[in-house]
């Protein structure tokens, strides 16, 4: 049931889910703002990792430079430009934890089960045919194929910044 082969793909998923799972873990757990977003970013540099591993080289890419770049600067930035103030900190409430904890350890121990006993089917027909350059092959398909809605998602996101425009405009008045 539990038979690992140690290769150097292993381990290197083994260090990304950590790198995910604990920058999760600190990114709720620490009470400064910018700590949060170096923890988050820390998670966003894990998945890149990850998709390394699955040999999506663009989605990693994409991964650094729109998330664990652009999102955390603009993050910090929002941070930096806004005035806040340190709430109060709760107290610890042991029972609330540890019970936390437990229901943690179960989920994960229930959800670690279920993907070890279950069996994924082969897929029929691969949506893109695999080379050795995926972001080509991402383009092609993404470009003629799918043209319509990249284009519909490329309009509604330009309304999108707009009305996110209008509504602060009018907040500023």
């Known amino acids: 049931m539990f038979n690992f082969n140690f290769s150097g793909e292993f381990v290197a998923f083994f260090v990304f889910s950590v790198l995910i799972i604990s920058g999760a873990v600190l990114m709720v757990s620490f009470t400064k703002v910018v700590h949060m977003v170096v923890s988050l970013a ?14 999506a ?78 972001t080509m092959e991402i383009g092609k398909l993404l470009f003629t194929g799918y043209v319509i809605p990249f284009e519909l998602v490329s309009v509604l996101l330009t309304v999108a910044f707009i009305g996110a425009i209008v509504l602060a405009k009018k907040e500023a008045e």
């Open 42 to 55: 820390a998670v966003f540099i894990g998945i890149a990792g990850m998709f390394v591993l699955l040999e």
């Open 57 to 134: 080289e663009f989605l990693a890419f994409v991964q650094v430079l729109i998330y664990a770049g652009a999102v955390s600067i603009l993050m910090i930035f929002g941070i930096m430009m806004t005035k806040h103030q340190e709430a109060e900190a709760e107290q610890a409430k042991p029972l609330r934890e540890t019970l936390t904890a437990i229901g943690a350890l179960a989920l994960f121990g229930i959800l670690f089960y279920a993907i070890r006993q279950s069996e994924f089917p082969e897929p029929e027909q691969p949506l893109m045919q695999s080379s050795a350059d995926n």
